[in-house]
């Protein structure tokens, strides 16, 4: 107040009526905007990665299961673990908030508390009602402000141009500094590992990486994978659909760090690194089949120390690897790696030899303590529509091993592809590919009865298949393979799906007649699915096994009804490769107990 | 504007790097001997009177302190960052209390914070912020933070966690493998 105020009382009056700049009630201020106060959790949004615990500087988060609460759940991609914070330690940084995976945790701008419990302050946020978990203000990391980077380091490809006349591998793998940065990427949470069919110990082997520890890293993915040289470059990655950097970015790309570990170890050294198999144990088991599945089993109970007879029909092992995909996905020498590591550890290869003609299963009961039936998917399924059975419509499957067992196909001028999967894609960039050589232009046509965005070929390949000019229509269903009076085939002729299954969720298409199509194709390849030659197993034990649906019925281990054999793979899992890798060590397993209740037996 | 002020300054002193942010920001990377002729230079001939701040980085990597000085010219509004390396194994520096009175109070929080030193600073021994402080200073990047909070600070009975990829072992698939 100046002089004047003091002199002249009345002109202070002109306050008298403002609101005061006191506050009333100091108690009941709301706190800033950006306010850090208790924690709030979108528990729904929340994963349990325990990212946050990991990067709390005051050890105030604890990760505790609470499955139940809200349709929390175990499952994958989701620990059914959330973060609990003791406020005795925590000093409100929010770095917690800031690394969230998945943006689901916040701060509120409560900050006014009063108990006399001090255990009350160690909540569960979201779980533990309060009355701020629906505070609007708070500190919520800030738009573009990242603790880690959400984009993936790019792998080094070859362009479309530069690869469509040749069958040379497109993917280059990473360098040393590129795999670094990828794997600074990943915040080793091991969410990913249950989604793995083979739960193979990815953030470990991520780490390896980070740290440059070559030989460890392959010794960690050859103890769970012996493909791994082969998922390095072709696996479907199912864990990296369940990464939780995919949340608030691009995945780990964990499938390029498994390659590049298996790259950056010289091969001579691996053998070393995975070590000696046990000694020997006197027992003898046959492997039908050298595909993942067997060859897995294969490895298994040779490190074991019981000795392995493998039979393989074709010239060569690997399986659908070998024969099925495509080697711009997967060259030669990657398969035969890994093979000759496999047979390293004393297995008995036995090529050219087909069950039935060559030798009889009954023979190979007699001669071992255990037989694996591991033939896998070699049979293409027919759309049978009509026309199919034109000498002109021919399966994926047995064109690809044709392709690759080096036989030189005369590729049609024109084709259409009929399926939406990877072995589709696989066809029809093959194809493209030997059109490219022989005629220089590509004309592909592929339908699928699925529409785009619930096709079941990976996402890359269809991509790929686009910049190859191969032309990909989603939603048509085959009608007829159009023949001319002269018995020359024409194409495909089409109508647009309604839907693909009834209401009972069975498959039963529906089609809207009035949108037809004909694709012109002097070839149409039918790539739809397919199944096992079951036949070579004769009508005797044909008749003595359990069937479900013309697949053998096999337990949990994989071991049919006849206790002396067990079944593995595609043939029992269905087409994919980790898939068989893992059922392959579980056959393996459930042998070798056999096999050890067997010895016990005998010294009783 | 910045591009010149370097090109003034670059014929009197020997200069490092000298980046532009923008027009009324830059940085320049200066020697030890040079730095006291060039922050004097810069308040007395250029304008720039106002000792913004004194601050480090510990980039543990390179084995080197990083001192920044950021001087303002109020006259122009433009800013200058003089940038220092200073190894890790040598943390004496000379003090510019003389130049900017609350030089001192910054080399006091740098002696406290990263244990870099600067002899005859008014009252850079005692402590800052930190009372008691009895661990290597906090702010240098070797500092275990997590550490230094269980060992000083004891838990409360009643914690427990659990590791994500182990809980979904025991819930998803207890015998090592699932049927998936
Ligand atoms: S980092 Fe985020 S998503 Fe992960 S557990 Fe913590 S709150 Fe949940
Ligand atoms: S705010 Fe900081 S101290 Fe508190 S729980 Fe989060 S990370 Fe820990």
Redesign the interface.
Known sequence: MSVRDVLSPFAAWKHLFRDPVSIKDPFNREASERYRGFHQNDIEKCIGCGTCEAICQNGAIDMLPVSGVDGVQTRPGDSGLRPRIDYGRCCWCALCVDVCMTGSLSMSNAYKWVEADPDKFRYIPGVDKKHWDDYEHGYRRPEGHRLNAPERIEMPELEPGERIDSFAEIVGGYSVEQARLEADRCVTCGICVATCPTHMPIPEYISAVRDGDYEAGLKLLYDSNPFSQICGKICTRRCETTCAASHEGDPIAIRWLKRHITEQVPFERYRAIIGEPAAATGHSVAIVGAGPAGMTTAFDLARLGHKVHVYEAQSHAGGMTRYGIPEYRLPFDTIQREIDLIVSMGVEMHYNTRIGADISMAQLQQDHDAVVLSIGLWLGRSTRVPGSDHRNVYKAVDLLRRIRDGEQLQAPKSMVVIGGGNVAMDIARSMARLQQQQHGQIAITLTALEDKSHFLADPVEIKESIEEQVTILDSRGPQECMVDDQDNLLGLRTWRVHSIFDENGRFAPSYDDGDEMVHEGEWVVEAIGQMSDVAILGDELTEKLDWNRGRIQVDEDGRTSESWLWSAGDMVRGPDVVHAVADGHRTARSIHAHLSALDKQENA | MMQSLYDRLKDRFNLGEFTGRRADLAFVTVSREQLRPLLLHLRDLEGFTHLVLLTAVDWIEDDTFQLTYLLNDRARARDIGVRLMLPRDDTQMDSIHDLWPTAATYQRELREMFGIDFPDSPRVNEDFILEGWVDIPPYRREFD??RF??ET?P??P????????????Q???PD?????
């Open positions: 933070t997590l909070a269980r600070y838990e409360r009643g914690r427990e966690t659990h590791d994500p990829a182990t809980y979904m072992k819930q998803l698939y090592g493998e699932d049927n998936g």
